[in-house]
């Protein structure tokens, strides 16, 4: 499935996601390394804001966020329990999920964090003994004791993270995954997110950990090109993922070729073609006379520099010139995008926000080509 821009690839995949379809993404970053990044931005976001429950309860998803996989929450029951039949792991895996939900619950509502994280004396916490006074009326004695095992077991998690933060920004980031990954895919990634983040902080000296981590969130959002170490960012073969959705941009698509391909959104959107009735992403709907901002400005500057007699600035003409150049840009990609397919392809597109979108004129014209030769 080819796809225009990044934003509706992620949302293809998350489509097929839920319908628990077989698929692999080839957009902007991996979905490994997107999961990486945004693991640690979540820690870090709360690193830089400690007396936030809600983030605080967040970095408590990320520290248990393998129990989220079926495998990993299995192997998790059986290291508990040495032995245990299907039924006993079953039950057991939903009695830790169950848990891990109450403790999330019970961060996010934490009235005052530094009570639960450093109490003022050491082995009594007026917080964790009002959590056990109500959990034990509710949940029973022997839940109640997991649930306070758990906030202790994550209080120290948490502290060796607080302590982290003396360490300049890429020795930070190295202990953090020290403590969330164990693959070693996921340990060389945050090696090298530690090495931009540090090249990132050393020009930007006034930056602190807000700055940083809204840099890591950018990878995790997919708004960034970043290459990590999976097979999907070094390399990708179509032969060797047969039977499977592969979900691209179609600039991505260039030089791979697949048995059958989808197209989408080939409209007069997203592939204009200079008629009147063509919307461009560039031109926002609020701007007067539909202007080109950016190009505009361009040719403002290059006019107030301009030397020569005849080169004024005439408003407009950026726009049509851009329009122009984006045309012929779209118009290459989409043949590029057609030409991928070796036996079937399938076109589709959609009427847009505003519902005046339409097959773009390429596409009409190959209809009408195929229709004439029928």
Same mark, same amino acid.
């Given at each position: 499935m080819l796809v225009p821009r990044n934003a509706r690839g992620v949302e293809v995949v998350e489509a097929l996601k839920k319908r628990n379809i077989d698929y692999i993404e080839l957009i902007n970053s991996s979905n490994t390394t997107r999961m990486a990044a945004g693991?640690?931005? @979540?820690?870090? @976001?709360?690193?830089?804001?400690?007396?936030?429950?809600?983030?605080?309860?967040?970095? !408590?998803?990320?520290?248990?966020?393998?129990?989220?996989?079926?495998?990993?929450?299995?192997?998790?029951?059986? +290291?508990?329990?040495?032995?245990?039949?299907?039924?006993?792991?079953?039950?057991?895996?939903?009695?830790?999920?169950?848990?891990?939900?109450?403790?999330?619950?019970?961060?996010?509502?934490?009235?005052?964090?530094?009570? !639960?994280?450093?109490?003022?004396?050491?082995?009594?916490?007026?917080?964790?003994? $009002?959590?056990?006074?109500?959990?034990?009326?509710?949940? $029973?004695?022997? +839940?109640?004791?997991? /649930?306070?095992?758990?906030?202790?077991?994550? &209080?120290?998690?948490?502290?060796?993270?607080?302590?982290?933060?003396?360490?300049? /920004?890429?020795?930070? /980031?190295l202990t953090l995954a020290q403590e969330l990954f164990s693959e070693p895919a996921d340990l060389?990634?945050?090696?090298?997110?530690?090495?931009?983040?540090?090249?990132?902080?050393?020009?930007?000296?006034?930056? &602190?950990?807000?700055?940083?981590? +809204?840099?890591?969130?950018?990878?995790?959002? @997919?708004?960034?090109?970043? /290459?990590?170490?999976?097979?999907?960012?070094? $390399?990708?073969?179509?032969?060797?993922? &047969?039977?499977?959705?592969?979900?691209?941009?179609?600039?991505?698509?260039?030089?791979?070729?697949?048995? &059958?391909?989808?197209?989408?959104s080939v409209n007069n959107y997203d592939f204009p073609s200079l008629q009147p009735f063509d919307r461009y992403i560039s031109e926002k709907w609020f701007v007067r006379g539909g202007l080109n901002l950016e190009a505009e400005a361009l040719a403002q500057l290059r006019a107030a520099f301009a030397t020569g007699e005849y080169d004024w600035y005439e408003e407009g003409a950026a726009s049509l010139a851009a329009r122009v150049d984006y045309t012929r840009e779209r118009l290459r990609l989409l043949y590029v995008a057609i030409t991928r397919a070796k036996r079937d392809l399938i076109l589709t597109w959609n009427s847009g926000r505003q519902g005046d979108a339409q097959p773009c004129i390429p596409v009409q014209a190959l209809a009408g080509w195929l229709e004439s030769h029928q």
């Open positions: 693991a640690l931005a @979540n820690v870090l @976001n709360y690193l830089s804001d400690p007396s936030s429950p809600s983030k605080l309860a967040k970095a !408590y998803q990320v520290w248990r966020r393998d129990w989220r996989d079926e495998e990993s929450l299995r192997a998790a029951v059986l +290291a508990a329990r040495q032995s245990a039949d299907e039924e006993e792991i079953v039950a057991s895996g939903e009695a830790l999920l169950a848990m891990t939900k109450k403790v999330t619950e019970l961060l996010r509502k934490a009235g005052k964090v530094e009570e !639960y994280l450093f109490p003022a004396l050491e082995n009594t916490s007026e917080w964790l003994a $009002g959590v056990g006074e109500s959990e034990l009326a509710l949940s $029973g004695p022997e +839940a109640t004791d997991e /649930i306070l095992l758990e906030l202790l077991a994550f &209080r120290e998690v948490v502290r060796r993270w607080q302590g982290a933060t003396l360490l300049p /920004i890429d020795q930070m /980031i060389a990634l945050a090696h090298k997110l530690a090495l931009v983040l540090r090249q990132t902080a050393e020009g930007h000296p006034d930056w &602190r950990l807000p700055e940083l981590t +809204a840099e890591l969130g950018v990878i995790a959002k @997919n708004e960034r090109r970043f /290459i990590g170490f999976s097979e999907n960012d070094s $390399g990708f073969d179509p032969e060797k993922h &047969r039977g499977k959705v592969v979900v691209t941009t179609m600039h991505k698509a260039k030089g791979l070729e697949w048995d &059958r391909v989808y197209l989408m």
